[in-house]
Structure formats: structure tokens, C-alpha cells
């Protein structure tokens, strides 16, 4: 007999949390079933333990530079076991957290690997760290996909050599030497955090800049920095073979014919939705290039099955997944609908000097009027006693046909932190007046998204 629910979420990641307890507290009866990490891969693989990385690489520069503030002391080094371990301890306690607060909310756990009977049932096979437990039944009224996606590897020969950042989590050393392909979130990212402690890193990337997508000025203010911070980039080229040579190390034969020869290759080549063995052609929920597809609601083309976050391949960030999960749960068990602004999502990418955005790039906004462009690049306080190089960027784009502040950009220590506040403004639509109205902290970075008085240059419409 199969166990009977309202509500059956697959995937225990972010989205599919937050809408299995949500719907748990409008008084659904909820089942949530998780094949690997429960917490998904944000908490596991992701976001969390890349940010506890990122903190660690962060360390590295602060010893040699505390010297120009006055301060002495014996070199010290990094121990990367160390590291590994002390996130993996975090990432357990984190795992703990999650299966009490759903068990709180009155959410029945499933382990296991989940597949489609039909529209309403679901078989649950035991996870491979438990075969001893059997293969189960579940029965819902609604169904919601919330697997997540999973790392993409280019198909080339000598594929398998390389890893994956599944994988870059739980090395059991830091490569000397690394070759990193692709040149968005996850290879920005990862080549900040090796190279602040000590790996040699080469950046393999198709386009011209990194972080494709991104404000062209924000790309350009990466690439100058990820250069002067030692990293090697290679643009314009992808990798056409990898070798293992006879000393162990990896040979990546690039497209125009240069052999970079590394300890470790890391493919950052992309994520794919995680629909393997769903079983979803079976009963119908249309899917294209390896996505679910939904409409504005979440729906899928089968009644009563949802989808939410990654596995439908539209804005694959943790927060929106959250969002997606929060309002499904609340429309269907709520009675309520609940709306965030996701055409305004920010983002953010994580390097030593990390970059975050807010609304239209300058280059979008454009296309629908011409902008007016904010932009400023100076040497931040603490630069000044360190005699370094690093520059801060800070871009707004304001449409001139109503001056509201369309996009805002920024390069710089806090910059996730300070257009996350700057976010607030976007959404609400606020004018450039109003940005100018508001007084600064002194002496701040942030302070200047509030004191830049002259437009820098105007972009005419695009197809004016
Ligand atoms: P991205 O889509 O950000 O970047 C993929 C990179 O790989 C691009 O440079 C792309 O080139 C390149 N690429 C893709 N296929 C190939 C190929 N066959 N050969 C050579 N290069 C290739 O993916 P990531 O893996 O970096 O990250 C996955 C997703 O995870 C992100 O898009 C984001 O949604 C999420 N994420 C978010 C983070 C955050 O919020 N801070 C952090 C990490 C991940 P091209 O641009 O030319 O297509």
C-alpha cells in the first residue's frame, strides 16, 4: 500500500524545503524525498561551503597586508585538510538542522532516489549509502520537482580526467597547479579561492571576457583584475582534449593546439537540470533541452506536478528557487499568493574582490531607451596604506526618459552586501534624485553610490 500525502516534494534542496514546510504549516500532510544531501546543493556542494572557501582564501592576504597597518608576526600557512574538514563538520551540522526543522514542521523524510509511477505516484528506491532499505510507494494529491541540476562536462576526449566542483569540495589536496574551464560563476569563483592559497591557476574561457551575461564594465574591471592578481586567462578557446602524462599530471590540449599541462582540471563548464530517471516522458511532463518545463505558476504540462528552481533552468539561484517554493506552497495550500520581484533578482559572484548586480546591464537597458551612465573606479581606503592596485567599480545605469536608476554594478570588498541593500531601490523604481537625496556614511565605499553627481557618458538607444 502506498503511503498517502497532499503534498509530495523530490529534492530536499532549497526550494523544495522551504515549499514542503510551508505547505506543512498551512496544515498540508507533506512528504519530501532526497536522494543525496538533504539541504541540496546549496548547503552541500554550493553556495555555503564555496562562501566558507572564500573566507579561507581570504585569510591568505591578510597576514602580508596587516603589515602595512603595523602589525609583525611569523609567516603562517595554510593547512587544506584542515579547511576541508572544519567545512565538513559545518555542512553535517547544517544537514542536521535541515531534517529537524522539516520533522518540526511535520514533514515525513523519504532517502532515496525517486521516479514516476504515474501522475500521482511515485516509486522511492533506496539510496545507495542504504540498500538495505526497501523500495517504497508514495501517493500524493500534488507533486512538486524540485531536483536541482547537476555539474556539465564538455564531451571531449578525456573528459572523465577532470573534476567537477562536486568534487572541488572534498579534495584531498590543493592542486599546485590547476587548469580551470569556463569562465562563469563557479570558475571565477574557484580560481579566487586556489589562487589566494597558492595554487598556480589557468583560467580556459570561450568568450573574450569572463562572467558572460554580466555589465560589459564589470567584465572588463574582472578581467584586468583576475590578471594583476597572477591568474592566467586564457580567452577565446576551449579545450579539445584532456591527457594523463606518464607523471601523473593532466595534459589539456586547447583548440588552437597549446598544451597547458596541470595537477588538476576543473570543468565550471555549466550545470544541467537533474531529470535522469524521473521517469517524466512516462507520464507526460514536457521537457526541453534537458529542462522542465513550467508556466508562470510552476505548473508543468501534467496537472497536479509543479516544478521549481533548477531543474527548470530559468534564474538558477538559491534565493529564487526559495522564492518559487514559498509561493507554490502558499498558493495551493495557503489560499494566498504571495509575489516576489524576480525580474530584479541580484546576483553575485564570489571572487577575492567579489561582483554583484542589480537590474539591467547597461547594454539592456539600452535597448529600450537611452541611459544615462554613472560610473566610477577609485582606489578604496585600505588600498591606501597597502599601496595596491585594486580599484572599486561602481556603475548605475538610469533611464532618461524617467531617470529611474534601471541597474546598478559594482567590483569591490562588499559588494554582495551593498547592492543587496541597493536592490531595494531598483525594485521600488527609485530615481537617481532619490539616490542623491539620500546622505552618505563617511568614510565608506557605499557612499558613493549616493555622491555621484556627474553622468559619465549617455548611450543612446540602441535601435534609435
Ligand atoms: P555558468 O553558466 O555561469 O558558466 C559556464 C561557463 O562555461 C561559461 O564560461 C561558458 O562559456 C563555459 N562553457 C560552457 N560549456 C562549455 C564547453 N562545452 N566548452 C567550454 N566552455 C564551456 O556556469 P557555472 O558552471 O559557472 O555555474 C553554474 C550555475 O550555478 C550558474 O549559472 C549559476 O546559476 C549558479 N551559481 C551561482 C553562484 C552564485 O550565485 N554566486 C555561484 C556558483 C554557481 P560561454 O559563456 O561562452 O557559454
Redesign the pocket.
Known sequence: MAAEFDLLVIGAGSGGVRCARIAAQHGAKVAIVEARHWGGTCVNI??VP?KLMVYAADYAAMGPESQSFGWEGAAWRHVWARLISAKNEEIARLNNVYTTMLEKAGVTLFKGTAAFLSRHEVEISPSALDPSAGKQRIRARKIVIAVG?A??R???DGAELGIV?DDAFYLPERPGKIVI?????????FAGIFSRLGSDVTM????ER????FDDDLRTHLTEAMTRHGITLKSGT??KRIDRLSDGTLATTLDQGEKLVSDCVFF????HPAIDGLNLAAIGVTCQEGRVVTNASMATSVPDIYAIG?VTDQ????PVAIAQGHILADRIFGGHDRHWAFETTP????YSQPLASVGLTEEEAAKDAAVDVYLTRFRPMRQSLLKGDDQVLIKLVVDTRDERVVGAHMMGDAAPEIIQAVAIAVTARLRKADFDHTIGIHPTTAEEIVTMRTVTRRTPQKNA
Do not use: H, M, Q, W
Open positions: 554550493g553556495c564555496k541540476g555539474p556539465s564538455p564531451k571531449i566542483s574551464i569556463g569562465g562563469g560563476y563557479i570558475g571565477v569563483e580556459v574561457f570561450r568568450g569572463p562572467l558572460r551575461g576551449s579545450p565550471a563548464t555549466g550545470r533548477d534564474i538558477n539561484l538559491t546576483k553575485a559572484v564570489f
